[in-house]
């Protein structure tokens, strides 16, 4: 999948670029297989340079990344960036089987049925995803296809260039998680040094993976390495600060802290109340009251993921999930899995992106990696497809 994809032969390594809402992120490479990773870096994102994922202050967000890139000494011109969820569409669809070079016009055709912006007006892109010979003659086959307002592609095109950098792909969050999880959705354990004591879905079982960010959230379901259904969600991490600016009439930066300091996705045990309440906030932001405002966004958050799993059994068909994979800065909220587990009755755990990436080098804090691993998933994703071409 890429919007733009400058077929340079080869093709350079390319560092992986995610502007967040709340964080620019960075993702450098080494090629190899596994590749290794040579940077993991973040900054936070200047505020009020973005609304609805896309930036609307350009220099100021590209004025951070330039920092960021030359405090780590990060020189690679090339990077692999992604257009904000908010922006992207994608849809599994079922064509008549055909040839490639006639499936472009097909898929502009369809794609005008279910793409919620004037076709003219979008970057469209697509990917076939049944090996067409084990389909008959007059037989149909499934092909995602994907979009976003070409507005949105050309921003991000902006906002890398006036950091310096020539993007070479622009990709879909979505897709670019799923790439960088591939360790717990395949098996894939590219790094033999992180191979004990990690599950992963067996051949066969079906996953969902939810990506939750400050301002966009992602719910996919996956067979294997095949996507089954990827839909936006509307409750993000952010909604949870906004829900505690709120009840404490407080500023978005405050309501933050206290989200991080103090907030539960499950009720707080005594064990909990005790070692929070170990702080002069402690009559204010005692862990009851924090969950008491918290509760109603998670609930808000249930409902949309099972409002997503009608969606695709209506489409499709029973499903059963065997594995739920948290990702996305959200994913830290404490005792997010549990609360999500015991709402939907499946295993749900934090997902390990690191498993795809050599990360036993010199340099490379394992301690803040391991504490960030669920917002350098998308970055990382985004590196992975700069290292080894793969969609
Ligand atoms: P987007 O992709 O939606 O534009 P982003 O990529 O900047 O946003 P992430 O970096 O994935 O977002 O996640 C940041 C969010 O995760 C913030 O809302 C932040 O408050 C939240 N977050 C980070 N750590 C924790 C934590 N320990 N507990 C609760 N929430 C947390
Ligand atoms: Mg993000």
Redesign the pocket.
């Known amino acids: 999948m890429s919007f733009i994809n400058r077929l340079l032969n080869p093709r350079p390594a390319a560092i992986g670029v995610?502007i967040?809402?709340?964080?620019i992120?960075v993702v450098a490479l080494r090629a190899g297989s596994p590749p290794s990773l040579q940077h993991a870096v973040m900054i936070p994102?200047p505020i009020g340079s973005?609304r609805d994922?896309l930036v609307v202050e350009p220099q100021a967000v590209a004025t951070e990344l330039r920092n960021l890139l030359n405090e780590h000494r990060i020189t690679t011109k090339y990077a692999v960036t992604a257009v904000?969820?908010q922006s992207a569409v994608t849809r599994n669809i079922m064509v008549p089987k055909m040839e490639r070079k006639d499936l472009q016009e097909a898929i502009k055709w369809e794609a005008e049925r279910y793409i919620p912006y004037p076709i003219d007006e979008v970057s469209l892109d697509f990917d076939v995803l049944d090996d067409p010979n084990t389909i008959p003659e007059n037989g149909q086959m499934e092909v995602v296809i994907a979009a976003a307002p070409t507005e949105a592609v050309a921003r991000q095109v902006e906002v890398l260039r006036l950091a310096g950098l020539e993007p070479t792909i622009v990709d879909l969050?979505s897709f670019a998680a799923l790439r960088a999880l591939r360790g717990n959705l395949l098996g894939e354990h590219l790094t033999k040094s992180t191979l004990t004591g990690t599950n992963y879905t067996e051949a066969g079982e079906v996953a969902l993976v939810m990506e939750?960010?400050?301002?966009?959230s992602v719910i996919n379901l996956v067979r294997g390495d095949r996507v089954l259904m990827t839909r936006n969600i509307n409750v993000?991490?952010?909604d949870?600060?906004t829900a505690l600016q709120k009840a404490f009439d407080l500023d978005f930066t405050a309501a933050?802290d206290v989200?991080?300091g103090y907030?539960t996705a499950t009720t707080p045990t005594e064990d909990e109340e005790d070692l929070l309440n170990f702080d002069a906030s402690r009559e204010q932001y005692s862990p009851a009251r924090v969950f008491e405002v918290v509760r109603p966004v998670l609930g808000d958050l249930i409902t949309e993921i099972r409002r997503s799993l009608e969606f695709y059994r209506v489409q499709s068909g029973d499903v059963v999930i065997d594995r739920t994979f948290l990702a996305?800065?959200?994913a830290?909220?404490?005792g997010l899995s549990a609360a999500i587990s015991d709402a939907l009755g499946f295993r749900v755990e934090v997902a390990s992106p690191w498993l795809t990436v050599q990360t036993d080098q010199a340099g490379v804090d394992t301690g803040y990696l391991q504490t960030n691993a669920?917002?350098f998933t998308?970055p990382l994703g985004l590196a992975l497809r700069g290292v080894t071409g793969r969609g």
């Open positions: 995610e967040g809402t709340s964080a992120k994102t973005m994922g904000p969820n969050k939750i960010g400050a301002s966009s993000s991490a952010d949870f600060t933050e989200k991080l907030a996305g800065g959200g830290k909220l404490r669920p917002e998308v």
